[in-house]
Every structure is written in C-alpha cells, then in structure tokens.
C-alpha cells in the first residue's frame, strides 16, 4: 500500500532536484557573464542596474535574479524590487580566492550532460571511456573545481602536514613529481610557495598538458615547473622528495601500479602525498550529499576512466581510506597515515 506522506515527501524532493539541475545551468551563467561577481558587495540592486553593470540584456537578467531569488541564492526586496547577493555567498559564486569558491565547477556537470550518451553506452557494454573522450568543458571544470581547495589549503596545511617535506622545501628546495597533473594547477601552486623547488608535472592527456604550459608561462615559473605527456607509470625521472597524485589516484585503470612506480621514483627520505575525495570505508557512511555528488561523477567519469585502461581496477571516487591504505601497503611503503582531511578531501602521506 502506498504510503501518501512518503510519495509527497519524495515528490518534492524530485521538483527540487529537478529544479537544482535547471538552476545549474543559471548559476553557471551568472559565472561566465560576471554576474556573480557585479553583484557581490553591490547591496541592493535592481535588474536594470545589473544588466547596465554587466552589459547585458535587462529582460535576461530579470528573469536570472528572479531563478535566483526562487532558489535562496539572492534576497529579493518586493517592496523596491531589487536583489541582493549575501557576502556568504558571495563566497561560493563570486570571490575566486574564498575556499568556498564553487562557481566554474558547473563545467563537470556539463560535461557530464554532454557525455551522457556515452555513459548509456558504457553500461550496456562494459567498456570504460577515456578522460580525453569527454566535452573540454570537463578539463576547464575540472581544474576550477579543485583549484579552490589546493589554493586553500596544498601549501598552507597538506604539504606542512607531511614528515619534514615543507622545511625541507624553504632550506634547501628539492624536486617534485605531480602525477595526473591536469592543467597544472598544483605544480603551479608548489613552484610558487617554494622558489627554490622544481617540479615535473605528468599527466597522460596532451591537451591538458598543453594548457599546463601556458599556465605556469603565465604564471612566471615555466623555469621551474615542466609538464610532460607521461602515465603514471612510465614518468622518468628518480630521487623525487614528494610526489603527489592529487585527486587522481581512483581514476587510473592500475592505481597499484601508479604506487609501485612512485615507490621507485622516490627519494628514501621523502614522501608521497595522496589526495583524494572524502569518503568513509562503508557505503553507508557516504549516503550525504558529498557522497552524493561523488557517486555521480564517478559513475560518469572516474570509474570509465579506470575501465578504459590496462587492469581497470575501477577503484571509483569513493575508495575510502582501508582501500587506499591497502594499495600503498602492497606497493611497498612502510608508513601510511592521515596527514589532514576537509569536507571534501582525504589527504594521505606514504613513507618507505
């Protein structure tokens, strides 16, 4: 017998999923056309204003604040019809440099929208699909996301946390590994804390890496910071004093291999520093919203990835930290502990 309360309760719970996945879409716009950014610390504002800031169509814009306003992203005044964007969440939408910075991640969610016919596929044949074979916007999205929690915290709090890798750093420098390097955004963040270090950036997808170099010539450090097409295990190079995979581990079709060859490649005194989603070691412990999300893209990303190449372990986004541990102890480190954790990252340090 149906239960009425349930499928009411549901009910809504589907219109607001619903609703959140249009209103995604609006929230990504508001990111590219710098309306977020008009908006924060604008106070009160009516639309037409907004459009005359931002260059932009006033009907278009009225129509935006007014999905905003629906969906608690902004304060809406009746009485003098304008539009407020809280300084909270300013930090979420408009401050690239806030820990809290979410808005270019709506990139993934559009590659995996793009990727979705795919995906379909995949599960019907079982075959994986590669990083390189999904929309570009999944890259830029990608970088952006992440790039907001190396910013925050990589040099200031992961890397301190290591045995001696950030004093070690600012006496004498040392050389580093980022493996799975993307866009580059960690080697970047690295070079530049320490200017005496020098970091090699992998990564096996050459788009990516073609971008990593604009990045750090950019960036004023391609002196220091290479980039090149390798995998993750077959970089050259030995006597690295850290090696990092951040947030890229699961993705890899043989992440025991990955560790074998970084236990190779390290210096004996030096460290490997893993960052991956958070997760517990239960499914029950990841039925959140984080869990959530995660699940999702390692449905349409992460565990494709991992089935596309050689041994395909498809360890997926939400390992846990026994798993991990597990993989490190097999590939022959000897000290494995959690070196600091977020909402939304585990961070692991593995010693010889």
């Not at 073609?210 to 390798?230: E, K, M, Y």
Request: some cysteine; aromatic content about 10%.
């Amino acid at each position: 017998m149906i239960d009425q309360a349930r499928l009411d309760r549901f009910g809504q719970q589907m219109v607001g999923d619903l609703a959140a996945a249009y209103a995604g879409a609006m929230t990504s716009i508001g990111h590219k056309l710098g309306l977020w950014r008009a908006l924060a610390g604008a106070g009160p504002i009516t639309p037409a204003a907004l459009a005359e800031r931002t260059g932009c169509a006033e009907r278009y814009v009225r129509e935006w604040l007014s999905c905003q306003a629906a969906g608690g992203y902004v304060d809406y005044d009746a009485a003098k019809g304008t539009f407020t964007l809280p300084d909270e969440h300013a930090a979420f939408l408009a401050d690239p440099d806030s820990p809290a910075f979410v808005a270019p991640a709506y990139d993934v969610v559009s590659a995996v929208w793009h990727g979705e016919e795919k995906v379909t596929e995949a599960f019907r044949t079982g075959r994986g699909i590669g990083w390189h074979e999904h929309h570009h916007s999944l890259f830029h999205g990608t970088e952006a996301f992440f790039r907001t929690g190396y910013r925050a915290f990589l040099t200031s709090e992961w890397i301190p946390a290591l045995t001696g890798i950030a004093e070690r750093f600012a006496e004498r420098g040392g050389r580093i590994a980022d493996v799975g390097c993307g866009h580059g955004a960690s080697s970047i963040l690295m070079a530049q804390a320490w200017p005496q270090v020098r970091v090699d950036g992998f990564d096996y997808h050459g788009g990516s890496i073609d971008t990593a170099r604009q990045r750090a010539a950019d960036a004023a450090v391609a002196d220091r910071v290479a980039f090149a097409r390798a995998t993750a295990k077959d970089y050259p190079g030995t006597g690295y004093d850290l090696i990092c995979f951040m947030d890229c581990l699961h993705d890899m079709g043989d992440p025991l291999g990955a560790a074998r060859h970084a236990r190779q490649a390290l210096a004996e005194d030096g460290s490997v520093l893993l960052v991956e989603p958070w997760a517990g070691d239960r499914l029950e412990d990841n039925l959140n919203p984080v869990g959530r999300l995660y699940y999702a893209a390692s449905t349409a990303l992460c565990t494709p990835n991992s089935l596309s190449q050689e041994v395909g372990t498809a360890l997926g986004a939400q390992a846990g930290e026994a798993r991990l541990t597990a993989i490190l102890s097999e590939a022959g480190f000897g000290t494995i502990r959690r070196a600091a954790q977020t909402p939304f990252n585990l961070i692991l340090e593995a010693r010889a």
